[in-house]
């Protein structure tokens, strides 16, 4: 048979706290403490109460607590007081207080109702402590931070703050312009991404590997000109308001990026950029019409040559002394054909750099301005905002675009054709770069759009006119690793596309 569990005694009730103590712990009580009448006559004040307004207990018992006013609160301050107090609700508030010498001094003040048993407001508890130094402290932190704010302000950069997640909490007037002028919506976080891709994961696990001093990009707007931004990001340590973080030592990692605008002193190197490539395509044009020039007269020359060679095969069985005669004219004729053929100007083979094809894009139309406003087309540049650097040849990049745009001009420039426009459109994935570049002309017939990189072969009198046509074209983008396509015009058109690889690998 289970036992039954001893009961518990019950506690005994705490001992009543006796009023002594009640008294001795106001009495004690660092902060002021006076309990006044319904007409707020001081009934009962504490020492804290007297070391702050300096009266002595003679002194203020009796007075009205109106003896501690400066006389310059402002009234209606005083009528929500005495409102909150006569519906017997507790009030909070700061009062600018005299001390008995005259020294003014700002108390932070709460004054309850005590009510009877019937519900009557019998006296008034007031509590207040000197916050002057306090109140200093906080106008001081405030007028420094306006100075700070009118300094960060006022100044020709940009900046933002961001926190350790990557958001940005503290940025000035400048910073705000970018965003209406890049049309983005955080363009801190543009820059990072173009300047420093891998940032957000290091702001998390290395942020010290986040710092950076002046990297330059280039952004591209296709409702304006281009902008040359030249950013600085470093790493500051912030502490955390959370209530939980109070008593640790360590802060948090933030990023403090600025950000100035070198767009005028880049342009006017551009502009001077811009006419030395004009003054090289020029060159490079003449080149490749004689080089074009003297390809096409061997390959005339190379098609009836062909021919007769096939006739001494067959001279030589008939009349071999014939054959052997027409065959040296043949054999020296072919010498002179390779004697021709090695002075045909070959194109520079220049080193690879780092080349941003919006640049290239960009200084291909300003060239081709001209020839596009004879021929009324309206242009529409849709650059991606910013372009990795892909390893390439300036020269040869700038003949192959201005090839394309040259072919689509010509596409469109025919008599009575109403609809010319021209799309330049950059864009770029994780690994390829990809430009395209359409047009509303003609376009090209199922049939031909197989020859079109054929040598020797365009569209012009019927698919038979001499030229290198597209063939160039696809040399420039296989000798730097990339494909070329033809493709249907959203316009109705011919739409080229050319991809390459970001690292320059072949695709």
Known sequence: ???????????????????????????????AISITDPQANILFANDAFMRITGYA???????????????????????????????????????????????????????????????????????????????????????????????????????????????????????????????????????????????????AEAPAQCAFPHRETRIERPAGRARWLSATVSVVDMQSDCADSYFCAGGQPGLLLTVSDVTDLRSEQERARTEARKAVLAEEERTAAIREGLSAALFRLGQPMNMMSSAVAVLQRRDPVSARVLDDALRAAGEHLESLRLVIPQSPQALPVGVNLNEILRDVLEISTPRLLAAGIVVDWRPAPTLPALPGRPVQLSMLFKALIDNAIEAMNVKGWRQRELLVQSSAGRERIAVCIADSGPGIPEEWRSKAFEPFFTMKNGGQHIGTGLSRAQQVVSDHGGIIDLEHSPSGGCAVVVEFRVDGDPI
Request: charged share 25%; glycine share 4%; with cysteine.
């Open 1 to 31: 048979m289970p036992t039954a569990s001893p009961a518990r005694r019950p506690s005994a009730p705490p001992a009543a706290l006796p009023a002594e103590a009640f008294r001795a712990a106001v009495d004690q009580a660092d902060l």
């Open 57 to 203: 207990p003679a002194e203020i018992i009796g007075r009205n607590e109106s003896v501690l006013s400066n006389h310059t609160t402002p009234q209606a301050l005083y009528q929500s007081m005495w409102t909150a107090l006569s519906a017997q609700r507790p009030w909070s508030g700061r009062l600018l207080n005299r001390r008995k010498d005259g020294a003014l001094y700002l108390a932070d003040l709460t004054i309850t109702p005590l009510l009877d048993a019937r519900g009557v407001t019998t006296h008034y508890l007031g509590m207040h402590r000197d916050v002057t130094e306090l109140h200093r402290l906080e106008r001081v932190i405030r007028n420094q931070k306006k100075l700070i704010e009118s300094v960060v302000d006022a100044a020709p950069a940009a900046f933002a703050l961001l926190d350790q997640s990557g958001r940005v909490i503290l940025d000035n007037l400048e910073y705000k312009k970018l965003v209406s002028d890049l049309g983005c919506r955080e363009p801190a976080h543009h820059l990072l991404d173009a300047l420093h891709p891998d940032w957000r994961r290091l702001l």
